[in-house]
């Protein structure tokens, strides 16, 4: 037994050092950074070790900013791109002529670069000296007034961004989705049938609880990758999101790493460190929360 488990560890052995040389050694590089106060990243010195960094991060107004836009994003996004890339998945798993076309379109947008779909998006939106965009020109036809989307309203700027970025993270849910909806056992979907069971009924009682272990880990992600979203901010607002009071908490560490007079390493740890405390706060609560709901077939 004891060689067995030795051969064990030295299959993991290149993994664990490699996970442990750039996941774990950064972590604990940058929880030291964010203690250390008025660290100057040319001369690798530092006045002292507190929690000042903590309490500068905690009072910028432009580290509040950033929080807000990510909650926001993250509490739109999440269950929106779920529960839309559910029906889609479900639809697709429904019919059956077309069925490769029809999950092929909808994988597009995930092989599609970010930037060009901002760009596209900027096309819709975006009003210019020549045009007020597609979407304005809609609004035009029911009489509304235009919108600048991109320059104007805080309420518009965050729409577009929750709107794009649902629309980049909903192919990889389709897959996924359409993927588990196929390897339910049909066995069950046969017996309820010849029960005379509603479809809908048959949703909520055998769809759900079977494909909830993938629902589960699609909710966790999709957490996780919307609260370090910030190429979708650039891509629709440039570089200076402060100035479009659309920064998000990873693009307020970028700003702080790569700012002006060579950057803030100190405050940028601690806004890290911060960020990393949220997510691995609200994956913990999915995680508790999964044990009573989710239903794990063997």
Known sequence: MEKKSLKGWLYLLPAILFLGFF???????????????????ASQTYSGMGSFNYSYV????????AVRNTFILVVITVPVSTGLSLLISVGLSSIKPLKELFQTVFFLPYVTNTLAVGLVFMILFKKTAYTDGFVNLIISWFDGNPIDFIDGPYAAKMFVLCL?????????KILIL?????????????????????????????????????LVYLIITGFIGAFKAYSDAVALFGTNLNAAEMNTIVGYVYDMLYGNSGGYPSYASAAAIILFAIVLTITCI????SRKHVHYFS
Do not use: C, H
């Open 58 to 65: 905690l009072r910028d107004p432009y580290f509040l900013q």
């Open 164 to 172: 794009y970025t649902i629309w980049v993270v909903m192919p990889f």
């Open 23 to 41: 996941m774990v050694y950064p972590l604990i590089d940058v929880f030291i950074y964010s203690f250390e106060e008025s660290y100057n990243f």
């Open 178 to 214: 359409t993927s588990a909806l196929a390897s339910v056992n049909q066995t069950y979907y046969n017996a309820a049938k010849i029960d005379g069971t509603s479809r809908l009924r048959i949703f909520f009682r055998i769809t759900l609880p079977m494909i909830s272990p993938t």
């Open 286 to 289: 999915n995680l508790l929360v």
